[in-house]
């Protein structure tokens, strides 16, 4: 992994986007101490290439968590999906109203779009979706 950094690092690309089960928990198979994989990449990095990660980031309390890490940027994926307003709500001291549970009812509202919204159905614990 970390090789493939110090090529990428070396080929001057713009930055590297890191998708992890968790920002915040994952840790290496084969780790030996309580090192989180991003924080290896970071420090492998060292500040030489901009960082992005995205893995179950869901509040904003976990996204400002990651970033103190020393990520450049925290990409919030299924957050949004469940929250389109996601970054106003952050934005205005409103994350109480932040939810992690996705209600069928709202699927059409938030335009999330048929052929997502069937994979989210089926993929068993991808997204917390409530009984319809």
Request: glycine letters at 8%; aromatic letters at 4%.
């Amino acid at each position: 992994m970390y090789e493939l950094l110090d090529r990428l690092i070396a080929l001057d690309v713009d930055y590297a986007h890191i998708s992890l089960p968790s920002v915040l928990t994952a840790k290496a198979v084969d780790s030996h101490d309580d090192q989180l994989v991003i924080e290896g990449i970071l420090a492998r990095a060292n500040g030489r290439l901009p960082i992005i990660s995205a893995g179950n980031i869901r509040t904003p309390a976990e996204a400002r968590q990651a970033l103190d890490l020393g990520l450049s940027v925290v990409a919030v994926g299924q957050a949004l999906v469940v929250n389109p307003n996601w970054l106003e709500l952050a934005a205005s001291g409103r994350e109480d109203e932040i939810t992690g549970t996705l209600q069928p009812s709202t699927v059409a509202e938030k335009h999330i779009p048929g052929k997502l919204w069937g994979i989210i159905q089926v993929a068993t614990g991808w997204f917390t979706v409530a009984a319809a």
